[in-house]
């Protein structure tokens, strides 16, 4: 679901430029540097060629109209699959950088070193690279993480220093938390991967500018669609989906529009009376919302599911009385840690919320407490 984006020769690049340039605002000295800041223009160039960009034994090949070439080096994916996967990409919002786009790979296994990397975009040569086309051996299979992959090229294109803690995005997304790395320059690691806000913006494109899918009411019912959804990767950051005030600023660097039903608040608890939760929500049809329960003491679980169709209504609650009468449990005293997942079924997105502690005295919510 979520890909891999190795940016160490183009952030290095990127802050070796950044060094200079205020080297130079303060030093007289530009013939001295000039040549220095050349070759290390020239060098993350040399050091982002991989073999990758040199096989020329692919499979087939289909050349958009924008002159994008998708390759496949797989028996699994011919020409009318590359062809269907150049309209997928077309789903996505895009603008004048798609003709900066010069290749889509489709390769048969995995990255070296990185088996559970399922896409690769390199911004020096404008090319996204897809893995395990063998196993994903159709466009819908790849929709995600060709998206992600766009979502880089879209960064890099717009917003080339989107990835600076100081940026206007950054800013605007709230990434001044413990749960975000800025050291993708020197120490990338793809354990720490959603922490790094190159893949956060990524993560961003594709729920507010990438294609979109539904699921029934049954998957909701059974599960899946939680499961299932198409979710920022770092859950410990701000939803993207209602932080408007970055909508507005994307807009107006691309151009591109954030449809009012992508739109969704993250549920805010504001009572436990009677023992009733209470959560203010957006006021939004077809999106499901499941209650979680953990009840630390005896360490079980509990889940409740509803479903608001047609019917707008802002708040959301659960009745905990019926909650613990339908799993049978009586006399409960001690902490239960509680928290609420979401999908938009007409979207296909979600997230979940962040953990809540609430101290039960025999089956009655008393207060908030801690873990």
Not at 84 to 93: A, I, V, W
Not at 123 to 139: C, E, K, M, R, V
Not at 195 to 221: C, H, M, N
Not at 261 to 280: A, C, D, G, V, W
Request: glycine share 4%; with cysteine.
């Amino acid at each position: 679901m979520f890909s891999l984006f190795e940016m160490e020769n183009i952030d290095t690049f990127i802050f070796y430029c950044a060094v200079l340039k205020w080297g130079l605002r303060r030093v007289n000295a530009l013939k001295i540097l000039l040549p220095i800041f050349s070759l290390l223009a020239i060098l993350p160039f040399l050091l982002s060629f991989d073999s990758i960009a040199y096989q020329s034994n692919y499979y087939a090949k289909y050349q958009s109209p924008e002159g994008i070439a998708f390759l496949s080096y797989t028996e699994k994916w011919d020409e009318d699959k590359l062809k269907d996967l150049y309209l997928e990409l077309l789903n996505n919002q895009h603008g004048e950088e798609l003709k900066l786009l010069q290749e889509v790979r489709v390769m048969s296994g995995e990255l070296v070193g990185s088996s559970g990397t399922k896409g690769q975009y390199h911004a020096l040569t404008n090319t996204i690279t897809l893995f395990h086309g063998d196993i994903y051996t159709s466009p819908s299979m790849m929709r995600e993480t060709l998206s992600h992959e766009y979502g880089h090229h879209v960064g890099y294109y717009y917003l080339p220093s989107h990835h600076f803690p100081n940026s206007t995005w950054a800013q605007l997304r709230g990434l001044e938390t413990e749960h975000v790395s800025w050291d993708a320059f020197w120490r990338y690691s793809t354990e720490r991967h959603e922490r790094y806000p190159q893949e956060i913006f990524a993560d961003d494109y594709v729920l507010l500018f990438g294609p979109t899918s539904s699921f029934d009411e049954k998957d909701a019912w059974s599960n899946e669609a939680f499961y299932l959804r198409t979710q920022q990767a770092n859950q410990e950051i701000p939803n993207v989906l209602e932080l408007t005030d970055l909508h507005h600023y994307l807009e107006k660097i691309t151009g591109f529009e954030v449809s009012r039903n992508r739109i969704m608040m993250t549920p805010k608890m504001e009572s436990f009376h009677h023992n009733q939760l209470t959560y203010k929500i957006s006021k939004k049809p077809q999106v499901s919302y499941r209650l979680n329960v953990h009840f630390i003491a005896t360490d079980e679980y509990l889940e409740a599911i509803t479903i608001f169709e047609e019917e707008m209504k802002d708040h959301l609650q659960f009745s905990f009385h019926h909650l613990l009468q339908d799993a049978s449990i009586n006399g409960y005293s001690g902490p239960v840690v509680v928290n609420i997942d979401v999908v938009d079924l007409t979207t296909s997105f979600g997230f979940q919320t962040e953990k809540t502690c609430l101290s039960l005295e025999n089956n009655e919510i008393k207060r908030y407490c801690s873990e």
